[in-house]
Each structure stands twice: as C-alpha cells, then as structure tokens.
C-alpha cells in the first residue's frame, strides 16, 4: 500500500494507494472526512489548481481603505486616539493582504467522471513525492483496468468488445498494436 501524508497548517490529508483505488482521509476546518474512490471512477487527467482567499484580499484592502480614511478625514477630539485607531485599521488590513498573498495553496487535481476532483496539495511533503504518487496511482489504475478489461468475452456482442478496446486505447491503458491485434481477434472469433 502506497501512502501519501500531507499537513498545512490546519489541514491534514492522508491518501492509500490499493489495489481497488484510493483512499482519502481529510482533518481540516469543516471537520474529518473519509473517502473512498475506485479507479473506475477518475477519468485520465490531472489539473494544477492554486485556491486562492479573496474574501481575504477584500477585508483587506477594506480595512486598508478605511484605516486611512479615518485618519485623513475623520479626526476625534483626540487626534493622537484618531491617528493610532487609523494606523491599527491601515496595518490590519495590509497584514491581511500580505496573507493572502503568501498563503496560496497549490493543488494537483485528480478528476473524477462526475465532474468532481480529487484535491493533493502539490508541494507537501515535496514535489516530487507528490508527482511519484500521482504517476503512481495512473500506473496503478491502468494495471488495475488491463486485468479487468483486457480479454475477450465471447458471450458479449462483437461490438461491445470491439467499444471495450476502443476505450482501453483511448485510455491508453493498450497499445495501438494491442488494440489492431485484439480487434483481429474479435473479427475471427466472431465470424
């Protein structure tokens, strides 16, 4: 079994490799969340994914914006309280772009058939463990589908085998000469 442990901040994910698909664990802010997915159910890509926070850009540059306007134009009977509440404003909201500047979070999505995505933070532990397990995985689900797949069924109709190894080369789980072989094969067997 073939693991993959990452952990920011106040998330954590763990993601198993078997034999029959992956496995997902999840601890974040919503709560904790298990997921298991066969790899029936993931199409063949893979999509890069930065999320991004603009509600905290937003509060941001509003508290940046009215930090400065209190202390241009809104002055108090004391102007040192004005200015320093001013200054306070103005410093939040920039540590609060800084934030969102800094903390952007990468994603390699793993997509599934029903247009939802498998998020794995792209740099945790490393890059490159990450991509040896998304390669990993690929190597896995074509291995897992050549067994399943990759035969004839004489009880089937020709044009259901013939669709079959349409979508294993299409999936590239075969090769183009596996695929003209195996639809020879169809072609005599079911004469």
């Known amino acids: 079994m073939i693991e993959l442990k990452q952990k920011i901040v106040i998330e954590e994910r763990n993601f198993k490799l078997t034999d029959e698909g992956l496995e997902m664990f999840c601890d974040d802010i919503e ?8 790899f029936d159910e993931f199409s063949n890509e893979t999509r890069d994914y ?9 509060f941001g540059v509003l508290l940046l914006l009215a930090g400065y306007i209190r202390t241009a134009i809104l002055v108090d009977k004391s102007f040192v309280s004005s200015l320093l509440f001013g ?6 909201g920039a540590v609060l772009i800084l934030i969102y500047y800094f903390y952007q979070v990468d994603y390699k999505l793993l997509c599934l058939d029903n247009e939802k995505q498998v998020f794995i933070i792209a740099d945790k532990p490393s ?6 397990f998304i390669i990993t995985f690929y190597e896995m689900r074509k291995t897992n589908y050549r067994n399943r797949y990759f035969k004839i069924n004489f009880e089937n109709d020709k044009e259901k085998e013939i669709d079959r190894m349409k979508w294993l080369r299409k999936e590239e789980i075969i090769t183009n000469s596996e695929f003209e072989f195996m639809i020879e094969e169809i072609k005599i067997k079911f004469l």
């Open 127 to 132: 890059k490159e463990e990450v991509m040896e």
């Open 50 to 58: 930065t999320e991004k926070f603009p509600k905290l850009l937003y």
């Open 87 to 92: 200054q306070l404003l103005a410093g939040l």
């Open 31 to 38: 709560g904790k969340n298990n997921s298991v997915y066969a």
